[in-house]
């Protein structure tokens, strides 16, 4: 019967390929996304622009001002949700000497806020990240002692994070979560470098990573545009390969990426494959909002948190306001020829941000219902043919799967335009692996899919 329904969920398609998928909402899921709310989002942003300066290489005694006191109150207020887990959330600092250099005049102690949502599943190790920065600038990074609200660079994401914590706290997923708060993106990444480090050393299993950073404003600087029903998402395209560059040769380097575009996967990479299930997922839960695929890792002249995951070979993606207004980033507060300059909680959209941390949450809890991808997706090719033969292996982790998506596009798409149900490790469809791309993800028997995984030749 849950197969049926899975089935039944199905939109029928009428012609091949150009029709989209529909699946009908988690209930659970559409719960949560109802209880996150704009008013906790306002009141988060608002009580860290209180702290006057959350500047990387700002106070840390005082109990009002300064970067110390805004992690002591995040912190603090994660406990708070964490009381409603039963304890399977504890929340930490993962704190470490960051050593000067750049934007660090001296060695500085700093603190990641770590809120683990412990998984049920014993044998899941997946992990799922989503993060803000909670430090602050105006126009000279190395002012310490300036006002420097930094509402939506990047109290915005930090809320987002917090506020979702706070609504997934009470409840119980198979998949671990962590609900970040990082501070030194702005003096060079070093919070999130250091999280993702100690990742790859203690072999965390991170499965996607989402960084919230500047999600907060609606209005355009120069085209003058209001738009509150699009967020970005930046993906990269070829994978990050710094990982690989320190223990492999140039050689095996050169033939992976070789190998990505002989296969045509350029835009197939883990990072595109998450982007996608974001603007999915997302999109099926939060009204009035058009989730825009980015390829690009950031912005020009910008970087993200996502980087520091991606370098150290996990899936990553950033989030971003769809057009930016640079007077309120990086800016001495003042007013020069009538324009206000500075990052200020009047120029904030709170509602914005409510959606933004809706699809989050959406995204975050349908992985961790999920079951694991399936592992070693291959096409055949063994053969000159027009069908296309997939073959797969089960998950060796978490739950069993009720059945696969097939999923299919065209070459020239960018997102996945139909889905297939199957219940094997191998399928053969009428349609040439020439003319499409395909790719093959895990489901259970209530809708919950694993991330895509683009499929490898193999004989």
């Known amino acids: 019967m849950k197969y049926c329904k899975l089935l039944f969920a199905l939109l029928a398609f009428t012609t091949p390929v150009l029709a989209q998928t529909t699946i009908r909402q988690d209930a659970a899921i559409k719960q949560m996304v109802d209880e996150v709310s704009s008013k906790n989002i306002e009141a988060i942003v608002r009580k860290l622009v209180s702290f006057k300066s959350r500047n990387t290489i700002s106070d840390t005694t005082s109990k009002t001002e300064g970067i110390g006191a805004a992690r002591n109150w995040i912190k603090a207020e994660m406990e708070k949700y964490a009381a409603a887990s039963n304890g399977r959330m504890k929340v930490e600092f993962d704190t470490f000497t960051q050593p000067a250099g750049g934007r660090i005049p001296k060695p500085t102690i700093l603190k990641n806020v770590l809120a683990i949502l412990k998984g049920t599943d014993p044998i899941d190790t997946r992990v799922y990240v989503v993060s803000g920065h909670y430090d602050s600038r105006v126009t000279d990074v190395l002012n310490a002692n300036a006002a420097e609200p930094g509402?939506?660079?990047?109290?915005?994401?930090?809320?987002?994070?917090?506020?979702?914590?706070?609504?997934?706290?009470?409840?119980?997923?198979?998949?671990?979560?962590?609900?970040?708060?990082?501070?030194?993106?702005?003096?060079?990444?070093?919070?999130?470098?250091?999280?993702?480090?100690?990742a790859k050393d203690e072999h965390w299993n991170i499965d996607a990573m989402l960084n919230n950073d500047i999600v907060g404003n609606t209005h355009g600087q120069d085209n003058d545009l209001k738009d509150n029903t699009h967020v970005r998402v930046f993906s990269e395209?070829?994978?990050?390969?710094?990982?690989?560059?320190?223990?492999?040769?140039?050689?095996?380097?050169?033939?992976?990426?070789?190998?990505?575009i002989g296969n045509g996967g350029e835009n197939d990479s883990p990072s595109r494959q998450l982007a996608r299930y974001i603007k999915e997922t997302g999109e099926r839960y939060v009204d009035q909002l058009d989730v825009k695929l980015i390829y690009r890792r950031d912005r020009f002249l910008r970087g993200g948190d996502q980087t520091s995951f991606q370098l150290q070979g996990f899936t990553a993606v950033?989030?971003?306001?769809?057009?930016e207004d640079f007077t309120h980033q990086h800016q001495?507060?003042?007013?020069?020829?009538?324009?206000?300059?500075?990052?200020?909680?009047?120029?904030?959209?709170?509602?914005?941000?409510?959606?933004?941390?809706?699809?989050?949450?959406?995204?975050?809890?349908?992985l961790a219902s999920a079951p694991a991808a399936p592992e070693s997706v291959g096409v055949t090719t063994s053969g000159l043919t027009n069908n296309t033969t997939l073959k797969w292996q089960s998950p060796k982790i978490g739950k069993k799967p009720a059945g696969y998506y097939i999923l299919m596009r065209e070459t020239t798409s960018p997102v996945w335009e139909k889905k297939i149900f199957v219940?094997?490790?191998?399928?053969?469809?009428?349609?040439?692996?020439?003319?499409?791309f395909f790719a093959v993800?895990?489901?259970?028997?209530?809708?919950?899919?694993?991330?895509?995984?683009?499929?490898?030749?193999?004989r």
């Open 151 to 198: 509402a939506v660079d990047d109290a915005s994401g930090t809320a987002v994070s917090m506020e979702i914590c706070r609504v997934m706290a009470s409840r119980s997923f198979p998949a671990t979560i962590i609900f970040m708060a990082v501070p030194g993106e702005e003096q060079g990444l070093n919070g999130s470098a250091h999280v993702a480090k100690r």
């Open 237 to 260: 395209g070829i994978p990050s390969i710094d990982a690989v560059l320190r223990t492999d040769t140039t050689r095996r380097v050169a033939a992976a990426i070789s190998s990505l």
């Open 318 to 323: 950033r989030f971003t306001e769809m057009n």
């Open 332 to 366: 001495d507060l003042r007013t020069e020829k009538g324009v206000v300059y500075g990052d200020l909680p009047e120029f904030a959209d709170f509602n914005y941000t409510q959606k933004v941390a809706r699809m989050n949450l959406s995204v975050l809890a349908n």
């Open 423 to 436: 219940t094997g490790n191998e399928t053969t469809l009428d349609y040439s692996k020439d003319n499409y």
């Open 441 to 458: 993800q895990s489901v259970d028997a209530e809708g919950h899919e694993s991330l895509p995984i683009f499929p490898k030749p193999v």
